[in-house]
């Protein structure tokens, strides 16, 4: 830990407060962060998620803290409702690719870690897969068997949260006000707040099915977190991330099982960050499943999605628009041809160095951090300080501004094909001017919009 920089202070979920981050060990900050289900492309909101914890562990990195970091893949047990009905989101996956529920598990997985790389997000120390730790899942649940925590209905194991006072303080659940509203059909669960922990197969054959005590099935989504973040981080350990749609039945079931088994929730803080939005809808459900490969196709660079959302703060709504997006692009852009034209050798100012720190350690402050970045690109510094001390900044801003700018000519053809793009764009053919879009790309550049015209840069 530098002691130059003020303390890190974060946000807790749990307490509603900003508090001083202190962490339980000298060696290192453990980090639990949700993973993704894995039967779906992952999209821009998702994304959004994943850019907050590596802004979160690169901050703590900064400060001189060493990261154990542990996410799950969740490839098994993610019911589509999370009233614990409704099918497996990895048997309706393998169901309308056509595919195994295995196979669609690696396909998809591989296709969000490719994400993660355009974006430049750091790999946590572990990833741990929920189909891996079936054994660890079973025996928790037999533990909060033994200690009273659980009955049994026809098709499952459930968490009965009457056994627990504490139940729903993270979200604060108006519990008793939850279960005579209810309007929804609970089956043989005592509560609505009740939850499964292990699942049985009925009479339909499934894809992914283990032997248990109970019989054979399934775990419930829930229940791979609490054994999978022990098992790699102990009981009790720093910081628990994960969306805001976690608060409420997810994190607050996660906190319930460790309580039922430890008597003491998990972590220490609880983080979350807010969903990006389409006007004022959450993305995944506006019917718009907005993709970073399709971004890529239409000729953004990735770190330009990445620059956008660092415009913004972890804890609010951001809305996404492609305008937003085309000025996150062109102020990258213009970032990087700066200080591709500055020397090197330069020293850091201490003073913008101060100012930057203090605002990542105050609960991850971005927008103010990105606007001391804009006020050392204008200072009176000397140009090579300035690209010292930016590039220091880009260890936590991670959009890789150290990358040159190519200076040469721009061939006849992809020229022309920027010609006929701006002709489509002019008559309103969408279509036909990201085809045009994509074939610029696809000879190595990216094509910009202004009221003036276009502009082509070499990737």
């Not at 000298?26 to 894995?38: D, I, M």
């Not at 220091?392 to 990358?403: E, G, N, T």
Request: hydrophobic letters at 35%; glycine letters at 6%.
């Amino acid at each position: 830990m530098n002691t130059e920089y003020p303390d890190v202070h974060l946000y807790d979920t749990y307490r509603r407060e900003i508090h001083k981050f202190i962490p339980l060990s000298k060696e290192s900050v453990s980090l639990y962060a949700c993973g993704p289900t894995v039967y779906d492309y992952a999209h821009l909101g998702n994304l959004r998620s994943y850019l907050f914890v590596d802004v979160l562990r690169r901050v703590l990195e900064l400060n001189g803290y060493q990261l154990n970091h542990v996410m799950n893949i969740t490839d098994v047990g993610h019911l589509t409702s999370d009233a614990d009905s409704g099918e497996d989101k990895m048997e309706k996956g393998a169901r309308k690719q056509g595919k195994s529920a295995w196979d669609i598990a690696k396909f998809f997985e591989k296709a969000f870690f490719d994400d993660l790389d355009h974006l430049a997000i750091k790999r946590a120390t572990t990833v741990c897969r929920a189909t891996e730790h079936i054994a660890e899942q079973i025996e928790y649940v037999e533990i909060l068997q033994q200690r009273g925590y659980t009955y049994r209905t026809s098709d499952g194991i459930y968490f009965d949260t009457a056994k627990l006072p504490s139940y729903g303080k993270l979200a604060k659940l108006d519990i008793e006000g939850l279960q005579a509203g209810a309007r929804v059909d609970i089956g043989e669960k005592k509560r609505l707040t009740d939850f499964a922990l292990w699942k049985f197969s009925g009479d339909g054959q499934r894809q992914m099915q283990w032997l248990s005590p109970w019989g054979e099935g399934f775990p419930g989504w829930h229940i791979e977190c609490s054994a999978m973040s022990e098992k790699y981080l102990g009981n009790k350990f720093d910081i628990h991330v994960g969306g805001e749609d976690h608060i409420p039945v997810h994190h607050s079931n996660e906190i319930a099982q460790c309580e039922g088994r430890h008597d003491h929730q998990p972590a220490n803080f609880w983080m979350h960050g807010y969903f990006l939005q389409l006007g004022k809808e959450k993305l995944s459900k506006s019917g718009k499943s907005l993709l970073l490969s399709q971004l890529i196709k239409r000729g953004y660079d990735p770190l330009a999605f990445r620059y956008l959302v660092l415009t913004s703060h972890y804890r609010s709504h951001l809305q996404f628009s492609i305008k937003a997006l085309d000025s996150a692009a062109t102020a990258l852009k213009r970032l990087t041809k700066m200080l591709s034209q500055w020397p090197d050798g330069g020293e850091l100012s201490a003073d913008y160095v101060l100012k930057f720190m203090q605002c990542i350690n105050s609960d991850l402050k971005m927008p103010q951090a990105m606007a001391v970045l804009w006020a050392v690109a204008k200072s009176d510094l000397q140009d090579e300080d300035k690209k010292a001390t930016i590039l220091h900044f880009d260890q936590v801003l991670a959009l890789s501004l150290d990358r040159q700018q190519v200076l040469e000519a721009v061939p006849q053809q992809v020229i022309e094909l920027a010609e006929q793009r701006q002709h489509a764009r002019a008559a309103k053919h969408w279509q036909q001017s990201d085809e045009l879009r994509g074939k610029i790309l696809g000879l190595g550049y990216v094509v910009e919009d202004s009221p003036q015209g276009f502009t082509l840069t070499k990737r």
